[in-house]
């Protein structure tokens, strides 16, 4: 009942009452020929409007987010987020405090929706998320959920880069900024981890070469010297927790001011340095970290 409410609602405020396919396919065809998408090509992924998922494949929840984040005001942020439960939790869940404190400040929206695939966040993407700003920065978090859901690490980070490159077509004033699937589950021999870490560097090869893009792997930051993950940075295993945002904030806000003002010291969040793996682009200057 829930959720054929939810797929009214969906199909209601995507197409005002016409028929969701036919409608889907029409502006999927006139964003991509705006946006020349024929560039595509180039990295061999398909230039073809159906690699988007019609609204009847996304998930009720999801597609009301998607739309709902498409079709709000989105004023004119410096920084984009899109992305899973790992970019919405880092502004409306447990990271709402730090996201509040460091980044709103400096001017970043965030559009990410949980639940959300690769495929999916096309459908987001196809519906204008992106259009009517110019960002400096859209960061990308995205991937999790597809190997949750059984798709192998070769899947996974091709959805993962077909998302970057249809970013790139809205966006191609912005860096974009690609975050490694984070650790999850308790423990290092867990199916999980050893697939997110072949999403990843699957992902960083492919991009290696593409100077719009910048991958980063922060996964290091939320485990313990065992390589388990304590319940203090990732609350589910999954999710980071208020401190785990914070050590996220510290490792990325120096990226992402490279690309903002390089001359400007930000205000870090206090905690130890950790390392980072940038490919495909210079380093950036370390911010000050205030003392424990």
Known sequence: MISSLLTAIAEWVYGQGQTPSAFNQKRRIE???????????????????????PLSAIPPLIAVMDLGFAS?????????????????????????????????????????????TTESLLFQLAEGQLLGISPAVVVLDIGGNNLLQGDSPLATAAGIVTDAVM??????????????????????????????????????????????TTFLDFGSIFL??????????????????????????????????????????????????VSVNVAASPSPSPLPISAP
């Open 31 to 53: 964003w991509f020929a705006a946006l020349g998408v024929e560039a595509l090509e180039e990295r061999c992924l398909p230039a073809d409007p159906s690699i988007v998922p």
């Open 224 to 273: 313990q010297p065992d390589g388990t993950i304590s319940t203090s940075m990732m609350f589910d295993y999954i999710h980071p927790t208020a401190q785990g945002y914070a050590d996220l904030t510290n490792a990325l806000l120096p990226v992402i001011e490279h690309y903002l003002f390089p001359s400007l010291a930000i205000p870090m969040v206090s905690v130890p340095a």
């Open 72 to 116: 709000s005001t989105k004023g004119n942020p410096t920084v984009a987020f899109v992305g899973d439960s790992i970019s919405w939790q880092y502004a409306y869940g447990s990271g709402a405090s730090v996201w509040a404190t460091y980044m709103a400040p400096l001017g970043m929206a965030n559009y990410g929706v949980p639940g959300q």
């Open 167 to 212: 970013i790139q077509q809205f966006q191609p004033q912005a860096q974009v900024l690609v975050l490694g699937v984070l650790p999850g589950m308790q423990y290092p021999n867990n199916p999980y981890r050893s697939e997110g870490a072949q999403t990843n560097q699957l992902v960083s090869q492919m991009l290696a070469s593409d100077p719009h």
